[in-house]
């Protein structure tokens, strides 16, 4: 077995395609790493300095004390760069780089409206007249360049091989046959491999070398996770072509259907699917979030105004009253937030169900999950959030508990502790990734992927075993 | 002679499997394709229509002139021909302000219909994305043995025995390989179109059809391209194994590779911080305003003076019956915006009010005089400043494309499609001067200047005098003119490649 496999190894080293590969792989990895070298320090210094304002946003409310803090929020909270973007660039323009934690609506002359968790979005296209193309990544390079290699190297290890007759030739001794195959795939495995490496390790290489941009233990980790993603992948492809090279009589006719499967199943399968998903979803009635937000506003201040007289101005009656006008209206209003978040991330995800027809995407969003970009990490982010919310709200209404001279109730300031806070004291935000949750969410496109490589994998050997020589 | 040779080629290329397999591929993917976008556009078309009808009745709502800022609203039509060509057509704005405080542009244009911006994740398609991959690559495998495989066979040395000019004998081989490619073009197209037509939704005008028309014949540049560069290779290789693989290295490299890492590559961001200065100046212009206009309000001896600390021009001038008064700005440093605004709205001015009506009256002539002239001079800075800041770089990026006859198709198809910068921003400039024309109808009939534009109480505001916004896509020939370079540099890569392939074949021994 390992003679067929040095022998295919041999064959394929010294051949024009090996050199090509090489060089593009090689190519393409340098740019990614030099982009990647000139963008990324940037991003992380914008965050950086993004955190400390948020941090002092919160010190200034803090020293004016409990209602301040409570009125105001947290502001904006921002996701953390991931330092593998290079990985993934995962359609980070389209979302949001924040979420807001300090959303105000109204003011009257007593009284503020109370800060809700809202998520803006990012709309890049509006202001973007560029002409739109995939930023070259390693999902880029694995998914569509790696994948076209790997065809190119197995379009004609066994169609070529019955063309010359040393297939004839080979079987005459006394392998079986599965051993043949499967020299022959482990021969077509490491000469797709070695280009790929090579050009992984200079893109480790450029990238590792700057200061700038730091790899973490964890980082390497995902790296490794990656890598072995991008092996099976490869391995779906190799299947591909050597079933395809078994069935057919002639190399030519195998690497031109290769290439019409590949074309199809890599190029548009995404897209179209992508198009069928979008409009399906989408089609809901697209009710105006806006009025409906303003008429929830309309009903509880109507109500509020007939309660309006019932309390003389400065009685703890009345304090009750706005109180609870001002939380029941930030409460309604984050809800009617949530619910259309929530609306959309469903619509996302169907969507994102259905264009799992295709490896190529699949490969993507596993790749994306553990680089720490893309949409699975936004969910993250926005989970991350919710809790430091809740978090913020709880250290709120501890504080106001620990003052015995408080009237506890919330909303006004009048009825809230006037202590002073201690800045150090208030919860701050730290958007933080976390590898266990990914491997959770990616579990399914892994599952899924193993199984493609399996299936072509006993399709090659059957077509194989079956083959008239 | 030529016929006998292009016969022969013909049959040989239309009894093989790639042949039927390239139709079969086009057709399956330009029809799924066709069905997808024809729902998109149609969903599109229904989003629009209802934008439309509901600016209107907010239009209508509204009782005084001071009312029309946010209502008076332009919308964007999809373009039928988005497609063939999606270019900007879905990721630019459709929904814009038409307002004397500001000169609409395509940056500050907004987006009706989407609901879900998440939806962006996904990259969208269209026809000419088909062909781009499905057809090069199909000329490609049409081209890898034209020579090469002959030359294997040892036909080449049979025919060349005969007294043929060996230019005969690949102008043969080209036609025929051009007239299968053509099969599967014009096959699928056809099948769209006729699609295309079963839409009640979706009207294309007759010039729409030599808009396709220009796509086609761009296309078939683009397809004999692609046909000449694979038979160079052919023509240069020895054997067709080899011709195959370096074609499709080729492929890879023209249609996948290079323009995703050239756009990669160079750093084409739009940087609006370079153009902090000129926010400043636009900003330094609307103080200047404000100056002025506290300046008039001083001198005018019958204006009261304006409340809460002579800051706030906002307030009513002390007229009873205001109901409520306004301040409205923007200040967006990424796309140079910046305006602010103020004014009042009375339902009933009351009649001890009476005499400070026509100095206000008189106030809002001058303050709208001023922000329109404001408006020019700084749409005189800002105009450049955002060319500098979005279309530069954007048009460095299509220049960059244009070294792969990938960018030049796509370039040409989107010109010819009307979906290119200058189709939309052809939107955006009738946008503009339908603002103009608003502005003039103000002046004409002293709108700025009357009871109505404040108060709604001596007649209204009459919206259907106004003039009504209407766009049209500019004509083909408008179209045929952009697209015209594109087309002309891919004529000359044909004729300079198949020059190529001549003399290559001319001097290599069979």
């Given amino acids: 077995m390992w003679h067929i496999a040095k022998r295919e190894l041999s064959d394929n080293l010294n051949s024009l395609r090996f050199a090509l590969a090489t060089v593009l792989?090689?190519?393409?990895?340098?740019?990614?790493?030099?982009?990647?070298?000139r963008e990324h320090p940037e991003r992380v210094q914008q965050y950086?300095?993004?955190?400390?304002?948020?941090?002092?946003?919160?010190?200034?409310?803090?020293?004016?004390?409990?209602?301040?803090?409570?009125?105001?929020?947290p502001g904006y909270l921002y996701k953390k760069p991931s330092n593998l973007r290079f990985c993934a660039e995962g359609s980070e323009t389209f979302m949001s780089d924040r979420a807001q934690a300090g959303y105000h609506r109204w003011s009257t002359d007593t009284l503020k409206s109370f800060w809700i968790l809202a998520y803006p979005s990012a709309t890049p296209n509006r202001d973007n007249v560029r002409p739109e193309v995939t930023k070259v990544d390693w999902g880029f390079i694995i998914g569509y360049v790696l994948s076209l290699v790997a065809l190119l190297f197995t379009f004609d290890s066994i169609s070529g091989e019955r063309e010359r007759g040393t297939l004839r030739l080979t079987l005459s001794n006394a392998i079986p046959r599965h051993?043949?195959?499967?020299?022959?795939?482990?021969?077509?495995?490491?000469?797709?491999s070695i280009p790929f490496i090579l050009g992984v390790l200079v893109n480790l290489l450029v990238i590792s070398t700057s200061s700038d941009v730091h790899l973490d233990a964890e980082a390497w980790g995902r790296l490794g996770i990656i890598f072995f993603i991008a092996v099976l992948y490869t391995c779906l492809f190799l299947a591909l072509g050597m079933l395809v090279s078994a069935r057919v009589q002639r190399s030519a006719v195998s690497l031109v259907v290769l290439l019409l499967v590949w074309v199809v199943f890599v190029v548009f399968m995404p897209s179209t699917l992508a198009s069928i998903a979008g409009r399906s979803t989408s089609s809901g009635p697209t009710y105006d979030f806006s009025e409906?937000?303003?008429?929830l506003h309309?009903?509880?201040?109507?109500?509020?105004?007939?309660n309006y007289d019932?309390?003389?101005?400065?009685?703890?009656?009345?304090?009750?009253?706005?109180?609870?006008?001002?939380?029941k209206d930030a409460e309604q209003q984050e809800q009617l937030h949530e619910e259309r978040l929530n609306r959309r991330i469903a619509e996302v995800h169907r969507a994102r169900a259905i264009t799992r027809l295709s490896p190529v995407t699949i490969v993507q969003n596993l790749i994306e999950s553990f680089a720490g970009t893309g949409f699975e990490r936004h969910l993250q982010f926005l989970e991350n959030v919710k809790t430091y919310a809740r978090e913020f709200r709880t250290f709120i209404v501890d504080t106001d508990n620990a003052d015995p001279e408080s009237l506890h109730i919330f909303g006004v300031r009048t009825g809230m502790s006037q202590e002073p806070v201690s800045p150090e004291a208030v919860p701050k935000f730290e958007d933080t990734l976390n590898l266990s949750k990914d491997f959770n969410t990616a579990a399914t496109e892994l599952l899924l992927l193993t199984l493609f490589v399996l299936v072509l994998l006993s399709g090659a050997y059957l077509a194989f075993v079956r083959v008239e020589v | 002679m030529l016929k006998t040779l292009i016969g022969r080629e013909l049959l040989d290329n239309l009894m093989t499997f790639r042949f039927a397999a390239a139709v079969f591929i086009t057709l399956l993917l330009v029809v799924a394709n066709t069905i997808v976008l024809l729902k998109d556009y149609e969903q599109r078309l229904t989003a629009y229509n209802t934008a439309v009808q509901e600016s209107r009745e907010d239009l209508r709502e509204e009782k005084t002139y001071a009312g029309y800022s946010g209502t008076l609203v332009a919308h964007r039509p999809p373009n039928p021909l988005s497609i063939f060509n999606l270019g900007l057509d879905k990721q630019v704005g459709n929904k814009i302000e038409v307002y004397h405080a500001f000169v609409p542009t395509i940056w500050d244009a907004e987006k009706h219909g989407m609901d879900n911006p998440f939806l962006n994740l996904f990259t969208s398609i269209d026809i000419v994305l088909v062909f781009q991959g499905v057809l090069s690559l199909l000329a490609l495998i049409f081209a890898y043995d034209g020579l090469a495989g002959e030359r294997e066979r040892g036909t080449l040395r049979l025919v060349l025995t005969h007294p043929i000019q060996r230019g005969y004998i690949l102008l043969a081989k080209y036609i025929s390989a051009m007239l299968c490619l053509l099969v599967p073009l014009l096959i699928s197209l056809l099948l769209s179109i006729i699609l295309l037509t079963t839409s009640t939704t979706l009207a294309l005008r007759a010039d729409d059809f030599l808009r396709i028309g220009g796509i086609v014949l761009t296309s078939l540049l683009y397809v004999s391209l692609f046909y000449l560069i694979g038979l160079c290779i052919s023509a240069l290789t020895r054997r067709t194994s080899t011709a195959l693989m370096l074609c499709m290295f080729v492929w890879g490299v023209l249609v996948l590779v290079y323009p995703n890492l050239i756009l990669t590559a160079v750093d084409i961001v739009p940087k609006p911080n370079a153009q902090i200065s000129v926010h400043n100046q636009i900003k330094q212009m609307w103080e200047q305003l404000d100056k002025e206009n506290k300046q008039f309000i001083r001198n005018d001896g019958v204006l009261s003076p304006p409340s809460r600390g002579g800051e706030d021009l906002a307030a009513g001038f002390?007229?009873?019956?205001?109901e409520y008064t306004f301040w409205q700005d923007e200040d967006k440093p990424s796309?140079?915006?910046y305006f602010h605004q103020t004014g009042l709205y009375a339902g009933k001015i009351k009649a001890e009010s009476e005499p400070q009506v026509p100095p206000v009256q008189n106030y809002y002539g001058f303050y709208n005089r001023e922000t329109i002239n404001t408006v020019e001079r700084t749409w005189l800075v800002r105009k450049p400043a955002l060319e500098a800041i979005y279309v530069q770089p954007a048009n460095l990026g299509r220049m960059l494309l244009r070294f792969s006859p990938v960018g030049l198709y796509d370039a040409a198809t989107e010109a010819w499609a009307g979906t290119d910068l200058e189709g939309i921003q052809d939107f955006f400039g009738t946008v503009q001067r339908y603002r103009r024309a608003v502005v003039d109808y103000f002046y004409d009939k002293k709108i700025f200047e009357s009871r109505q534009w404040f108060a709604a109480d001596k007649g209204t505001a009459d919206w259907d005098a106004l003039p009504q916004f209407s766009f049209h896509r500019s004509d083909t020939g408008i179209n045929a003119k952009r697209a015209l370079p594109d087309m002309l540099l891919l004529l000359t890569m044909n004729v300079i490649l198949f020059t190529v392939v001549l003399l290559i074949f001319v001097k290599s021994e069979v």
Wanted: aromatic letters at 8%.
């Fill in chain 1, 310 to 327: 019932e309390g003389p101005e400065g009685s703890t009656k009345r304090i009750e009253i706005d109180g609870a006008y001002v939380t």
């Fill in chain 1, 25 to 37: 792989l090689l190519g393409l990895m340098l740019t990614n790493a030099v982009v990647h070298l």
């Fill in chain 1, 292 to 295: 409906r937000s303003w008429k």
């Fill in chain 1, 48 to 73: 950086r300095e993004r955190v400390s304002g948020h941090q002092n946003h919160i010190a200034a409310h803090a020293s004016n004390g409990l209602y301040d803090l409570a009125q105001e929020g």
């Fill in chain 2, 335 to 337: 796309i140079l915006l």
């Fill in chain 1, 179 to 192: 051993t043949v195959l499967i020299g022959k795939f482990l021969g077509a495995f490491i000469s797709v």
């Fill in chain 2, 318 to 322: 002390g007229l009873e019956g205001v």
């Fill in chain 1, 298 to 306: 309309e009903e509880l201040s109507s109500d509020y105004y007939a």
